[in-house]
């Protein structure tokens, strides 16, 4: 059974941080590339970071420089590092196991989790 639990959200202010956990079961984690993303109030689902098999890692313009993605397959766990966080940063974020198709692109994912709830005040 493909779980991805995830722990790590709620609320910060302004120019504070946040790590993001999300452990996976029931599929092969060393193999899969692993994404995060996120959605906002009014907003669809878009993409926040990808780490590849590889530990390759690549970012959504508007969290590079801030937010690093990084996964420990010892453990079928990746995490999302955020920091300087801004308001705009408040969203549900999910994260993803990827299945086939472009990295970026949310229908590419097959596994998902339940999403966690990220709050920045201004």
């Known amino acids: 059974q493909v779980q991805l639990v995830e722990s790590g959200g709620g609320l910060v202010q302004t120019g504070g941080s946040l790590r993001l956990s999300c452990a996976a079961s029931?599929?092969?984690?060393?193999?899969?590339?692993m994404g995060w993303f996120r959605q906002g109030p009014g907003k669809e689902r878009e993409f926040v970071a990808v780490?590849?098999?590889?530990?390759?890692?690549y970012y959504a313009d508007s969290v590079k420089g801030r937010f690093t993605i990084s996964r420990d397959n010892a453990k079928s766990t990746v995490y999302l590092q955020m920091n300087s966080l801004k308001p705009e940063d408040t969203a549900v974020y999910y994260c993803?196991?990827?299945?086939?198709?472009?990295?970026?692109?949310?229908?590419?994912?097959?596994?998902w989790g339940q999403g966690t709830q990220v709050t920045v005040s201004s």
């Open positions: 993803a196991g990827h299945g086939s198709g472009s990295i970026y692109n949310i229908h590419s994912y097959t596994y």
């Open positions: 029931g599929f092969t984690f060393s193999g899969t590339a």
């Open positions: 780490i590849m098999w590889n530990l390759s890692t």
